[in-house]
């Protein structure tokens, strides 16, 4: 209610029953109850309430769960579409095998279009179980009553030209050749770590004590900074030097499971990785030769060969490539 129809996208990913995690967590099996699930689905129906008043009408809602209860999936999604201006769209995930969310359980018969979400199980591929469905607001929704609130503050950001950021900036920019005019669209706060945020946070209305204000970007060393994987994904696409593009699978599978590569680096220091031309992470200099940085994982990746969408500005549904 506070922040009444004022966001254009939400991602929510609350807290759920976990069974889609059972290969790993077994001991979600010690707990788990269906009492226990009803009452998580009710705390996450109020989290997607609150989701769709805080939306612009036109504005994108994602919703995924690491579950495969019905109850904290498609029976929260089926509650959104009879009680608010909801709509789904498809979800296009080319190179993985995924399910049509359920249209029916236990005799409820769920919304018709239940089937553009989709459902991940850890059968299909050595991962989670996961829930994702993606919704538009068509419509307003009926403003909150009025009602008191301490007065908000703003948060103090800096921009890239301001101490004690700009060194860092002006070291990003020249050590991977990234145009000063990209840093210039953000504004940052020094926290011990670097963090970047859209220029509109300047303006925006803070209640309370915020856990975060904006994304990690770097983590301050002392000859510059190094760029986390948040700001590899942001900033790798405009660098012009420290890049190494991977184009073969077997590679790649080493990557992603922090192998040693056989690739040769000829200067010290931090470097852009992508495949096929798309940014996927970061690896260092380590005696010539790139040791990976990809975040670790709980066990192995199997790949697939990704497919790149061949219309990527297209709003025309969910594309994650």
């Given at each position: 209610?506070?922040?009444?129809?004022?966001?254009?996208?939400?991602?929510?990913?609350?807290?759920?029953s976990?069974?889609?995690?059972?290969h790993k967590?077994?001991e979600v099996?010690?707990?788990?109850?269906?009492?226990h699930?009803?009452?998580?689905?009710g705390?996450?129906?109020?989290l997607?309430?609150s989701?769709?008043?805080?939306l612009?009408?036109?504005g994108?809602?994602v919703?995924?769960t690491?579950?495969?209860a019905p109850?904290?999936?498609?029976?929260n999604?089926?509650?959104?579409?009879n009680?608010?201006?909801?709509?789904?769209e498809?979800?296009?995930?080319?190179g993985?095998r995924t399910w049509?969310?359920?249209?029916?359980y236990?005799g409820?018969?769920f919304h018709p279009?239940m089937?553009?979400?989709v459902?991940?199980?850890?059968?299909?591929?050595v991962?989670e179980?996961?829930y994702v469905?993606?919704?538009?607001?068509t419509?307003?929704?009926?403003?909150?009553?009025?009602y008191k609130?301490?007065?908000p503050?703003?948060?103090?950001?800096?921009?890239h030209?301001t101490?004690?950021v700009?060194?860092y900036?002006?070291f990003?920019?020249?050590h991977?050749?990234?145009?000063?005019k990209i840093?210039?669209q953000?504004?940052?706060?020094m926290?011990?770590?670097?963090?970047?945020?859209?220029k509109?946070m300047?303006?925006?209305?803070?209640?309370?004590?915020?856990?975060q204000?904006?994304?990690l970007?770097?983590?301050p060393?002392?000859?510059?900074?190094k760029?986390n994987s948040?700001?590899v994904?942001?900033?790798?696409q405009?660098?012009?030097r420290?890049?190494?593009?991977?184009?073969?699978?077997a590679?790649?599978d080493?990557?992603?499971?922090?192998?040693p590569?056989d690739?040769s680096?000829d200067?010290?220091?931090q470097?852009?990785?992508?495949?096929?031309?798309?940014?996927?992470?970061?690896?260092?200099?380590?005696?010539g030769?790139?040791?990976?940085?990809?975040?670790k994982?709980?066990?192995p990746?199997?790949?697939a060969?990704?497919?790149?969408?061949e219309?990527?500005?297209?709003d025309d549904?969910l594309d994650?490539?």
């Open positions: 209610n506070v922040f009444f129809e004022q966001f254009d996208k939400v991602l929510l990913d609350p807290a759920c976990g069974l889609g995690t059972l967590n077994p099996l010690g707990w788990w109850s269906e009492s699930c009803d009452r998580l689905a705390i996450q129906r109020s997607l309430v989701a769709v008043k805080s612009k009408p036109g994108r809602l919703y995924s690491c579950t495969v109850q904290e999936n498609e029976a999604v089926d509650f959104l579409l009680e608010f201006p909801m709509e789904l498809d979800i296009h995930l080319e993985m049509p969310g359920l249209t029916e236990r409820e018969t279009d089937h553009k979400t459902r991940f199980y850890p059968v299909d591929r991962t179980g996961f469905a993606c919704l538009r607001k419509g307003g929704t009926r403003s909150p009553k009025s609130v301490k007065p503050r703003h948060v103090s950001f800096l921009d030209k101490s004690p700009k060194k900036i002006d990003l920019m020249m991977f050749e990234i145009p000063e840093f210039k953000f504004v940052y706060l926290k011990g770590e670097i963090i970047f945020a859209s509109e300047q303006d925006f209305p803070v209640f309370g004590g915020p856990m204000t904006g994304m970007m770097a983590r060393m002392d000859r510059g900074c760029l948040n700001g994904q942001l900033l790798g405009y660098a012009n420290m890049i190494v593009d991977i184009d073969d699978l590679t790649l080493k990557y992603v499971n922090r192998e590569l690739i680096v200067l010290p220091g470097y852009i990785v992508k495949y096929n031309g798309s940014v996927i992470g970061y690896g260092v200099a380590d005696k030769q790139l040791k990976s940085q990809f975040p994982a709980d066990w990746f199997s790949l060969e990704p497919q790149i969408s219309n990527p500005d297209s549904g994650i490539d």
